[in-house]
């Protein structure tokens, strides 16, 4: 961050038994009281340049040492030691970071030009100056640097992630968003609203700021302490903190994904700890719960926030993301279909939730309520098997082999035997910790799902067979209607001769033989209707013996 240099001098500040003083051979005769620190300096220091210390020095008692108590200070005790180090000589380091704040406890102190030349502030100001308009001067300027394109930054800029290198890689989209972390809450979020206000950078860039100033100011959710057990801080560290998370989520743009899911939890987590209002807590469930799609196992892991709780996992914050999820997907998706998106959405909610499961599962002090606070949240379409839930079901068994048997049954109320794999069976039947009834509620679906593949394979059978006896039978009909057409057409050509063996009489028994050989049903009534238009063409046949040959191949020809 850029910063301009005053003073020449080297810092000879130092604290001894709460006093702040500097360095000098001549003994301190100025005490200057801020809230709970005292400054013992020297009044041919301060005096010359700050008016207001020469007015309050008239006002008291002539004495050797002098005393004055300047608590409404603008700035508190930092800002002035900045002033009083200035009227010392020494180096100070003006930045976007103080310069606010050293501006407003200058004027305060009356360190103008009229007071002394060349003074750290002067009266040549135009009149919004005066007012106090600097701050909207600096935020335009700020906003103007930060819509340059990145392939126009020529300026120096602080940019510390992992990876990155200035000399071979060009200017980031994000490069400015770790120099304006360092700035006050207020000051930042004017900049924030300015930039959202132009419509020139993206949401996700916008987020990204955001981001960056969380991490700098707020504590590390995954390393949060219960209250109670840890350092008590300071009222008003507690109240800063609460403040930052309120303007950030206020601030968060509209547009889905302009910040990950993953750090809205983290936000989540945070503001439950520091006591954030319901309304900042009720708008981060909220917007996780738009986006829980997107997480992760890890970005569920959280410790309790709460110093009743012996368990280390925050199972609540999950279960009110995911009640604030299901909520908002069973008003949308009222029926969902099986490759709808809905049901994709819903059945990749269920993978992550019985995953979380196996992990939050190896708590020794997680009770099995908690379990089941979310495992039965899910309706019964988000899981498509229950092999996963089973998986954390026996992680929790191994983890608590104290269990009493009514705790067993509770934790297993949610499984489903019928859906899971057979593998996953196969190992539940030989898995002692589990309760008896569950093992019969599969050994019995084992034994339902053998009972109807067997009933299945048995009318296979039944009805293989009952086609094999039905062909032998049409066989044997055939040829007994072949043999007594041939019997009539004997009868024809004359009743009481010894009939010589004929070609009729000969193709008839290789007819049969045919038969017998199992020839196909349709080629052997081709060569009945042949033979027999064969014999009446022959002997010239009288019209009876037509009609009766034509009325017995009918059979036949049906």
Not at 105 to 126: D, I, P, S, W, Y
Not at 212 to 223: F, G, I, Q, S
Not at 284 to 289: A, E, K, M, N, P
């Amino acid at each position: 961050m850029k910063f301009m240099k005053l003073g020449t001098r080297p810092d000879t500040f130092y604290t001894e038994e709460a006093t702040r003083s500097v360095i000098s051979d001549v003994p301190g005769d100025l005490v200057i009281r801020i809230n709970n620190i005292s400054y013992l300096l020297h009044q041919f220091s301060l005096l010359p340049k700050c008016g207001l210390l020469q007015r309050l020095r008239l006002d008291s008692e002539d004495s050797n040492t002098v005393t004055i108590e300047l608590h409404d200070i603008p700035g508190g005790e930092d800002a002035f030691e900045m002033c009083a180090k200035y009227c010392y000589g020494i180096t100070i380091n003006l930045s976007a970071h103080n310069f606010v704040s050293a501006f407003c406890a200058a004027k305060f102190l009356r360190m103008t030009e009229a007071v002394e030349k060349g003074n750290f502030t002067t009266v040549k100001l135009t009149e919004w100056s005066e007012n106090l308009g600097i701050f909207r001067r600096c935020v335009d300027s700020i906003v103007e640097k930060i819509l340059t394109p990145p392939a126009q930054v020529t300026w120096s800029y602080t940019y510390t992630r992992k990876g990155f290198n200035k000399q071979q890689q060009s200017v980031p989209k994000d490069w400015w968003t770790e120099d304006i972390s360092d700035l006050d809450i207020d000051l930042f979020r004017c900049i924030i609203i300015a930039i959202k206000s132009t419509y020139m950078l993206p949401p996700q860039l916008i987020g990204e700021a955001l981001h960056v100033y969380a991490c700098r100011w707020l504590p590390d959710a995954t390393k949060i302490t219960p209250p109670e057990s840890s350092v008590s801080q300071t009222d008003n560290v507690a109240e800063n903190h609460r403040k930052i998370i309120e303007i950030i989520v206020n601030m968060i743009p509209g547009d889905k994904g302009s910040v990950s899911v993953g750090f809205l939890l983290r936000l989540l987590s945070i503001a439950n700890h520091l006591g954030a209002s319901t309304v900042t807590k009720t708008e981060l469930i909220r917007r996780s719960s738009l986006q829980l799609e997107e997480a992760t196992v890890s970005d569920l892991l959280f410790p309790t926030q709460s110093s009743s709780n012996k368990h280390y996992y925050d199972i609540d914050l999950v279960a009110a993301v995911l009640d604030s999820f299901l909520l908002l997907w069973r008003r949308t998706s009222p029926a969902p279909t099986e490759n709808s998106q809905s049901m994709r959405s819903i059945r990749k909610i269920g993978k992550l939730i019985d995953s979380y499961l196996q992990v939050v599962a190896r708590d020794i002090n997680l009770p099995v309520s908690k379990v089941l606070s979310v495992a039965e949240a899910l309706p019964d379409i988000a899981r498509k098997n229950h092999d996963d839930l089973y998986k954390g079901i026996n992680i929790y068994l191994k983890e608590h082999p104290e269990m009493s048997k009514s705790d067993k049954k509770r934790l297993c109320r949610p499984l489903d035997c019928q859906k899971l794999s057979p593998e996953v069976r196969t190992h539940a039947v030989k898995n002692e910790r589990l309760p008896l009834r569950t093992v019969v509620q599969v050994l019995f679906f084992e034994q339902e799902k053998g009972s109807r593949a067997n009933d299945q394979r048995m009318s296979a059978q039944e009805q293989l067979l009952s086609r094999g006896k039905q062909i032998p039978l049409v066989r044997d009909e055939l040829s007994k209607l072949q043999l007594d057409r041939h019997e009539q057409t004997s009868r024809l050509e004359g009743i009481g001769k010894a009939p010589a063996p004929s070609e009729s009489s000969s193709r008839d028994h290789q007819k049969i033989k045919r038969t017998d050989k199992k020839m196909p049903l349709e080629s052997e009534k081709k060569v009945a209707r042949e033979e027999i238009e064969e014999e009446e063409t022959k002997d010239g046949g009288s019209s009876r013996s037509k009609i009766n040959a034509r009325k017995e191949i009918m059979p036949l020809q049906s």
